[in-house]
């Protein structure tokens, strides 16, 4: 690798799938890295539920990472089983039942996946409790990272691996995300296999889908047991406070559920309301399609931070992609420009032809010309 390159001071920031992706491949070429990320510590928050890494991006880019084994033995197989289900009889109508050896898709929390990667780095790569407020300097010369907890850092290429709202974002691009129409409410279960018998036994083994035109949801099965279900609606952003209710008030959304779930089969409704502790409410956002900007010499982006979509079970993949790109064109370029350049040519157009196919489908999901429930969302990608 040349020197231009390995003397190079390069920061990413946030340590999702995408920033660590980015920092291990970098640190599998010798090239020295460090990541910012905003949570406290590594457990700070939990993470979120389960993905499926697709063999032709996710997997792709832990295969360049070395970690692919690793994965297969975290991910469960079992987890590609999917299901249709009536909302209205609770009939399962559709079932995707993985054959032996089936590996296009499997699962694994996303909590699972991120101490992977972690692990998978020198100690201290990541420093913690550090989020970004701006970048500054030059567009050509060295930048200025400035944090909320005082800490200023000089970096000669600054990668924006930060997410829906990204800082780093601003520093190339005027883009804001924009309230999409369509609200996700996440219900937590526990103990699937001894208290939840009966929706263990409906959802199976992966993901279950149900829904008509105004209502729908996703059943998800997590390691250890658990589900999260995503209940969506087309929902005015604050539409709790319209309500009267906040997100502590557990029995007050599920009174509010029960009316607007009132024709669903009782089978199906313990989806949303037998659930173990609070709702979370995931209002859906996503940036003007296509999202662009200005090439910069020193700053780029990538996964949600450069194309945030709504969640049609591609967004980590695509942003695993995008980190694997960006790693190998830095190893393989003679100066940071040159590797920002290789890498936005390729990575641009991908994720302007996913904005665009997914444009205006934040409800994908809320279809009555689907019988059987089982709308597969790559479909919106074809
Ligand atoms: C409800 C829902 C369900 C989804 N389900 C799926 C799914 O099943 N499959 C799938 O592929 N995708 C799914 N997605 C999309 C997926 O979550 C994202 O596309 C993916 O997480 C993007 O990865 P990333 O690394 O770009 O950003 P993120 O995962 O958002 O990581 C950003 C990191 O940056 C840190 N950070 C943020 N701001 C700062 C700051 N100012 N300073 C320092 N650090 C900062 C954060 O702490 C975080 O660690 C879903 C999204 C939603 C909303």
């Known amino acids: 690798m040349p020197t231009s390159i390995s003397s190079k001071r390069i920061a990413i920031i946030g340590a999702g799938p995408g920033g660590l992706t980015c920092a291990r491949i970098l640190h599998k070429h010798g090239v020295p890295v460090t990541v910012y990320d905003q ?10 539920g389960s993905l499926d890494l697709h063999e032709y991006d996710g997997q792709l880019a832990l295969r360049e990472a070395g970690l692919i084994e690793e994965f297969f033995e975290l991910s469960r197989f079992e987890g590609q089983e999917m ?13 995707h039942l993985p054959e032996e050896g089936e590996a296009g898709a499997p699962e694994i929390d996303r909590g699972q996946l991120r101490r992977l990667l972690l692990r998978s780095l020198t100690p201290g790569t990541v420093r913690w409790g550090h989020t970004l407020e701006s970048v500054t300097g030059p567009d050509d010369g060295s ?26 974002r601003r520093a190339v691009s005027q883009a804001v995300p924009v309230y999409s129409g369509v609200d996700f409410l996440e ?42 279900v995503y209940i969506v609606r087309r929902r005015p952003v604050d539409w709790m406070a319209q309500h009267g209710l906040t997100p502590q008030d557990t029995e007050g959304i599920r ?26 409410d995931r209002p859906l956002f996503v940036l003007p399609a296509p999202h662009d900007w200005e090439h910069s010499a020193t700053v780029t982006l990538l996964g949600d931070a450069a ?24 190893r393989g370029s003679e100066s940071i420009d040159e590797a920002i350049r290789a890498y936005e040519t390729t990575m641009l157009p991908r994720s302007h032809k996913l904005a665009l196919a997914l444009d205006g ?11 059987e429930g089982m709308q597969d969302p790559s479909d919106l990608l074809r």
């Not at 949570?39 to 979120?48: I, L, P, T, Y």
């Not at 800490?151 to 930060?162: K, M, P, S």
């Not at 526990?190 to 009966?198: G, K, N, V």
């Not at 489908?361 to 019988?371: F, G, K, S």
């Open 255 to 280: 009174a509010l559920l029960l009316k607007d779930f009132a024709d669903w089969s009782p089978d199906v409704l313990r989806m949303i309301t037998d659930n173990d502790g609070q709702y979370v």
């Open 187 to 228: 219900a937590w279960f526990d103990d699937m296999e001894t208290r939840h018998t009966e929706l263990a036994e409906l959802v199976g083994e992966g993901s279950a889908m149900a829904g008509d035109a105004d209502g729908a949801i996703f059943a998800q099965r997590n390691s250890g047991g658990h589900m999260r």
């Open 307 to 330: 194309h945030l979509v709504p969640p049609v079970g591609v967004g980590v993949n695509v942003a695993m992609l995008d980190a694997c790109e960006l790693a190998l064109a830095i």
């Open 39 to 48: 949570d406290a510590h590594e457990e700070a928050r939990n993470q979120g």
């Open 143 to 168: 930048r200025t990272l400035t944090f909320s907890n005082g800490v200023t850092v000089q970096a000669d290429l600054v990668i924006g691996a930060d997410g829906a709202w990204s800082r780093t």
């Open 83 to 95: 299901r249709g289900i009536d909302p209205h009889s609770g009939q399962v109508l559709a079932r």
């Open 361 to 371: 489908r934040a409800d994908y999901l809320l279809r009555d010309d689907d019988p």
